[in-house]
């Protein structure tokens, strides 16, 4: 069967800091279109496979690829056009407005000269109706709650445009009701054809969310496919070294990880 | 279309020309506030051509700037006055931009050139070029490879970039001090003659600048304040944090090392015209900003209102307790102490930082 091609992939990638590098020649494809969800314990490299994506990390051996071309070879202006990255915290300058955070993510379209043109002002439009964030558009980001920031934070990555976004623990610090809220607006996003390549650490909202699931263990990856294909209660073994039960989901039949731990009826 | 195109939002004007090759969002606030400044440093400077112990009518210093005054009055406007106001605005305008940008590079108020001891190493290399007996230009470029080694030893001993800026600052203020330290030391071992000028230079005075200084430091700030003033739109992907500004299309190491030397370059040139000056770097970003409105460390704004600052001071200083006079860097020392306490204070009662 003819693979569609890859919208990132990673070669052979050694990388991080130090004695002993933190990934050690990993290959992962990440498929266009798709939402892939790297999962894996604290300290397995989901973090810095992330941060080699966005060419944050420069490998030590091995490459990173974008729809085929070396990372290396491009310069950040155009790479900032293709790929655009939802940190795990974003610095937010006091006192700045939603409307204003949301337009700085045009940075990479504009110049000295050229500051606002129509198409700077449509995209912010278009990517704070797509967040639902339009009517917050005169409010400081400082007062929104965790869950309003993040879609804020979202509206400025989808502001840059790009076909490719990468998402740190996109629902680290949000409470289970926001969590839900801002993986239903990836899927939305993905469904309008974005590639979304995101780490997470929930094992269950990762199976129930992604279509293509990367599964890593210290600084290797174990396993990558389908939540269904390859979630079974031997990889949760080896991956995060628990004991589970995996059940099908009884919403979405996919995949379901029950710990087993000590508690008891 | 062929006119240019005004569009209104409930915060800014957008200006566009046909074709979009030139498209410019404007915030009325930040535009009066850039605007009012500059009138404010006219009149101040106006004011400070006429007052003093020898009034001259703003008449009189008119035709004196044109060559058709009485000598003493011609000497006392063009000879003492015009220079030193043109130093003040000129100093104050190159240390406001250069407190910007090291404040946003720093991504924290206290991240000056004075405090992280920039100006001492900058000073450092002038003083020891100017006693060396070198000319203007040649103390102007010991001047900047004394901020450079200034800069390199704080980068240097603060560790790797990740470490943290607090580090860096507080390893900057450690370098500042022990340059002031150097410093203090060569103006007592230098010969009498020189230690005298070296020592009214060390206070931050604006008194007795020479008109070959003036015109070294017009050239540099020609070509240093516009290169400042290029660096506004990668500080606003820079707030947002490093990564941020990466993935935004910013060359991290291109634009820091950018940022770092014109602010570097601002500082030594103000340092080789006037001495350390103290606090119009720390404050006047601070300040331009409130006054501006928005989020970020305005960069015309804080040149203007450290240009005010300094001009501000000085015509104080020299009037105040006249016919004594206090340096402005003295003034402004006294000033920023009071803003720095100001400072501490909001932040230790969970007020916004800076």
């Known amino acids: 069967m003819q693979m569609p091609a890859p919208a990132m992939e990673v070669r052979a990638l050694t990388a991080g800091h130090g004695v002993r590098p933190v990934l050690d020649g990993v290959d992962v494809r990440f498929p266009r279109g798709g939402f892939s969800i790297i999962i894996g314990p604290n300290a397995s490299g989901k973090s810095t496979l992330l941060r080699c994506l966005a060419g944050l990390v420069r490998p030590i051996a091995g490459e990173v690829r974008i729809d085929g071309e070396d990372l290396a070879g491009l310069d950040r202006r155009a790479l900032a ?9 974003t610095e937010i300058p006091d006192g700045i407005t939603t409307a204003e955070l949301v337009g700085r993510g045009r940075h990479p379209h504009q110049s000295l000269l050229r500051r606002w043109s129509r198409g700077d ?18 409010r400081p980001v400082q007062e929104l709650s965790g869950g309003q920031r993040q879609r804020v934070s979202i509206a400025m990555a989808l502001a840059q445009e790009t ?21 239903d607006l990836c899927v939305e996003l993905n469904r309008r054809g974005k590639t979304l390549i995101a780490a997470l650490h929930d094992l269950n909202l990762a199976c129930r969310y992604a279509t293509h699931l990367v599964a890593m263990r210290q600084g290797g990856i174990e396993d990558m496919g389908a939540p269904a294909a390859i979630v079974t209660e031997s990889l949760v073994e080896r991956v995060f070294g628990i004991g589970c039960l995996v059940l099908p989901d009884p919403t979405t039949g996919r995949p379901m990880v029950i710990p087993r731990g000590a508690a008891r009826p | 279309m062929t006119v240019p195109e005004v569009a209104r939002s409930p915060r800014w004007f957008v200006l566009r020309l046909p074709a979009e090759r030139v498209s410019l969002r404007i915030t009325p606030r930040a535009a009066l506030c850039c605007l009012g400044l500059a009138a404010a440093c006219l ?39 015009a220079p030193r106001i043109a130093g003040a605005l000129l100093v104050g305008a190159a240390l406001g931009m250069a407190g910007a940008l090291f404040q946003t590079l720093l991504r924290n108020p206290l991240g000056s050139p004075d405090v992280v001891g920039f100006d001492a190493g900058a000073f450092g290399g002038a003083l020891l070029a100017m006693i060396a007996g070198a000319g203007a230009a040649l103390v102007a470029c010991a001047g900047f490879a004394g901020g450079l080694v200034a800069g390199a030893l704080v980068y240097g001993l603060s560790g790797p970039a990740h470490g943290g ?14 340059f002031t330290a150097l410093n203090d030391w060569v103006v007592m071992s ?29 050239l540099l700030l020609g070509l240093l304040l516009p290169l400042g003033l290029s660096c506004g739109r990668d500080m606003r992907a820079i707030e947002l944090g490093d990564d941020m500004a990466a993935c935004l299309g910013v060359p991290m190491a291109t634009a820091r090392l950018k940022l770092a030397l014109t602010g570097l370059g601002l500082t030594a040139v103000a340092t080789f015209l006037a001495g350390p ?3 119009v770097a720390l404050i006047a970003p601070q300040a331009a900003r409130r006054l501006a409105g928005g989020a970020s460390l305005p960069l015309l704004a804080s040149a203007l209102f450290g240009a005010l600052f300094l001009l501000g001071s000085d015509v104080a200083g020299r009037l105040a307790f006249a016919p004594r006079q206090i340096p402005a860097g003295a003034l402004t020392a006294g000033i920023g102490g009071l803003y720095f306490v100001a400072l501490l204070w909001s932040q230790r009662a969970g007020g916004r930082p800076g």
């Open chain 1, 81 to 89: 056009r293709r790929l655009g990255l939802l940190p795990q915290q």
């Open chain 1, 121 to 138: 002002e449509a995209a912010v439009a278009a990517a704070m109706a797509a967040t639902r964030t339009t009517g917050l558009a005169e």
């Open chain 1, 163 to 183: 076909d490719i976004l990468l998402l740190d623990e996109p629902t680290t610090y949000l409470d289970i009701a926001h969590q839900i809220e801002v993986l």
């Open chain 2, 43 to 81: 009149v101040l400077a106006v004011m400070a051509l006429t007052v003093g112990t020898v009034p001259v009518t703003p008449a009189d210093a008119a035709r004196a700037l044109q060559g058709q005054a009485s000598a003493d009055i011609q000497l006392v406007v063009v000879q003492w006055r």
């Open chain 2, 165 to 178: 800026r607090t580090r860096l600052i507080l390893t900057g203020i450690a370098v500042g001090a022990f």
């Open chain 2, 190 to 218: 230098a010969r009498l003659d020189t230690a005298l000028a070296a020592a009214s230079w060390r206070l931050g005075s604006l008194a007795g600048i020479s008109g070959e200084r003036l015109a070294v430091a017009a």
């Open chain 2, 277 to 279: 000056i103290g606090f």
